[in-house]
């Protein structure tokens, strides 16, 4: 075998039954079906005369935030939304992710100031399918790493 590494020791793999999504004051999301935490670089370009390779040097980051929530089991979100739109002031919320290991350890990210970016699903209905909202956030404060997996 050429990549004894290959084959993953499945005890070690994870689900989405392993990760959870948690509100500022630690509260399960239960209602949210999937999350995704992205992070974009932008690097700046840069050629020195007599050097015929581009390089690249760190410029900056954003990062986004975007779930899947269950309609019929919470409003918090919608209201709060709604809020907004009205009152045209802004709404900033607090997310943790977190993924629990199989032997008591977690990895926990915190997103701070998530504010509304991009669509948000008002209403998403088809035939069959449980009612979701699909919701885009900007992440306004870089993301805090407060525990790793341990193995």
Same mark, same amino acid.
């Given at each position: %075998?050429?990549?004894?590494?290959?084959?993953?020791?499945? !005890? !070690? @793999? &994870?689900?989405?039954?392993?990760? $959870?999504? &948690?509100?500022? *004051?630690?509260?399960?999301?239960?209602?949210? +079906?999937?999350? #995704? @935490? #992205?992070?974009?670089?932008?690097?700046?370009?840069?050629?020195? $005369?007599?050097?015929?390779?581009? =390089?690249?040097? &760190?410029?900056?980051?954003?990062?986004?935030?975007?779930?899947?929530?269950?309609? @019929? +089991?919470?409003?918090?979100?919608?209201?709060? $939304?709604?809020? %907004?739109? =009205?009152?045209?002031?802004?709404? %900033?919320?607090? &997310? #943790?992710?977190?993924?629990?290991?199989?032997?008591?350890?977690?990895?926990?990210?915190?997103?701070?100031?998530? @504010?509304?970016?991009?669509?948000?699903?008002?209403?998403?209905? *088809?035939?069959?399918?449980?009612?979701? !909202?699909?919701?885009?956030?900007?992440?306004? !404060?870089?993301?805090?790493?407060?525990?790793?997996?341990?193995?």
């Amino acid at each position: %075998m050429w990549n004894p590494r290959g084959p993953v020791d499945a !005890r !070690r @793999v &994870f689900t989405g039954k392993d990760g $959870l999504f &948690f509100n500022e *004051s630690g509260i399960i999301l239960a209602t949210t +079906e999937t999350y #995704q @935490v #992205q992070l974009n670089v932008t690097n700046a370009k840069y050629q020195p $005369l007599g050097d015929a390779q581009e =390089h690249e040097a &760190f410029q900056s980051y954003s990062v986004s935030l975007n779930f899947t929530e269950v309609v @019929v +089991e919470d409003n918090a979100f919608i209201q709060e $939304l709604f809020n %907004m739109l =009205h009152s045209g002031q802004g709404t %900033m919320w607090t &997310f #943790q992710g977190v993924l629990k290991g199989r032997n008591g350890s977690e990895e926990r990210m915190i997103y701070r100031d998530c @504010v509304p970016s991009g669509n948000v699903d008002l209403q998403n209905i *088809s035939v069959g399918d449980l009612i979701k !909202r699909q919701w885009s956030m900007f992440v306004n !404060r870089p993301p805090e790493l407060q525990n790793l997996l341990s193995y």
